[in-house]
């Protein structure tokens, strides 16, 4: 068993950041990726950012090119999500996601892939 917690949601402007965490702890496989995924109002969950264990791979929604960065600290064994220049369309509830290992893009990207998900962190961003 794998629990996630997220943390760092909040209420920010258009235009300005935010850092989420996502703590990992549990019976983790050695080699775990990583990912965040968001949902909107009204709208599906959808994958926005993804990263494998060393760190050294990384996938990203089109949508948050250049405005967000996901990393890692395994020692740590927590996960981040640096948001900057937000916008109001980025507001929602964020999710961390665990996967024994990595995979394709076209897998990596599919929620259906992960096998535990945190409670979820909520993000509003006004304009």
């Known amino acids: 068993q794998v629990q996630l917690v997220e943390s760092g949601g909040g209420l920010v402007q258009a235009g300005g950041s935010l850092r989420l965490s996502c703590a990992v702890s549990?019976?983790?496989?050695?080699?775990?990726?990583m990912a965040w995924f968001r949902q909107g109002p009204g709208k599906e969950r959808e994958f926005v950012e993804a990263?494998?264990?060393?760190?050294?791979?990384?996938y990203y929604a089109d949508s948050v090119k250049g405005r967000f960065t996901i990393s890692r600290d395994n020692a740590k064994n927590t996960v981040y999500l640096q948001m900057n220049s937000l916008k109001p369309e980025d507001t929602g509830v964020y999710y961390c996601?665990?996967?024994?290992?990595?995979?394709?893009?076209?897998?990596?990207?599919?929620?259906?892939?992960?096998?535990?998900w945190g409670q979820g962190t909520q993000v509003t961003v006004s304009s």
């Open positions: 996601a665990y996967r024994s290992s990595w995979s394709l893009k076209g897998v990596m990207t599919s929620l259906v892939e992960y096998d535990y």
């Open positions: 990263i494998s264990w060393g760190g050294g791979s990384t």
């Open positions: 549990g019976r983790t496989f050695s080699n775990y990726a």
